[in-house]
């Protein structure tokens, strides 16, 4: 009967041990998940900068085409 009862509790502290390891691995895999979402948020932010940074290259030569455009073909305005 000893033995019996040996086991029911080991059966119980495995049985506890599994349960324990499924939630840590279910925290270990949401930890991957916002490390994965934050290198992608980073990966972004710096696409955006670039982009940003390409817009106001691309602006400036516009704007730098228009002046220099209307200041040849109507020198009476003025742009200030």
Do not use: C, E, W
């Not at 000893?2 to 599994?18: E, N, Y």
């Not at 696409?47 to 704007?63: E, I, L, S, T």
């Amino acid at each position: 009967m000893g033995a019996a009862k040996i086991m029911a509790k080991d059966l119980v502290r495995t049985r506890q041990a599994i349960s324990k390891f499924h939630q840590m691995r279910a925290q270990l895999q949401a930890t991957s998940i916002r490390i994965q979402t934050m290198s992608s948020t980073a990966s972004m932010a710096d696409a955006m900068k670039g982009a940003a940074k390409a817009m106001y290259v691309m602006n400036k030569q516009v704007r730098r085409f228009f002046f220099f455009f209307f200041s040849f073909f109507f020198p009476f305005f003025s742009f200030v």
